[in-house]
């Protein structure tokens, strides 16, 4: 995630034109996050889904006993389409439906000059694999991304990220994601939640 969002900074395959997520229902809310950090600022967000609450429990706990206006994990089909201010349009489809070992997000970002793609990632490789295709042959693009203990799966990665806070926290210094972050997570959902689209 990081490589991408530096190559977009670097435009090395020139302006970013759209961002597509495809992910599985359980890690909804983190592409949610994602269309923020690759796009900035969001002028507009709505969305289409088809949820079943039945189906939406996670890790044994039925969100929607919490919180009726939030999907956080999307069931049955879900498509978002966002505008961000600088122009950039994103999208992200998800469903429970994928199986989860096997799938847990893609990306793709299109650019001016060429795309990046990002795949492989599952519950065993929580880094993927990148790679682009330009316009125009630019063979200048690093996609050299370190993976490191990252590619063994996702437990370590939580576990860096509660150890990255507790740091933070001993030196009294802000977390590397705020709380403001997640409560803008949540009012995306919410706006998403209340302009579905209905027949």
Known sequence: MKKI???IEQKALGKLAMIKINVHGTAYAHALDL????GNEIKA????YKNDDSLRFFGGTDWSLYDKDILYVPSISLSVTAEFENGVIGNVTS???YNLHAFVM???AVF????LTLNGINM????????????YKIRAVNINHKKGVYAKGFEYSFYESIKNFMENYIKDEPPETPGKTGLYNIVLDKAIYC???VR
Not at 35 to 38: G, I
Not at 112 to 115: C, K, L, Q, R
Not at 124 to 135: A, C, R
């Open 35 to 38: 269309l923020s950090y690759f």
């Open 95 to 97: 469903s429970i439906f």
């Open 45 to 48: 967000i709505s969305g289409s």
């Open 106 to 108: 893609s990306i793709e």
């Open 195 to 197: 302009t579905r689209s």
């Open 124 to 135: 065993f490789n929580s880094t993927g694999h990148i790679s682009y295709q330009s316009k």
């Open 112 to 115: 001016e000059n060429g795309v």
């Open 5 to 7: 969002k530096e190559i």
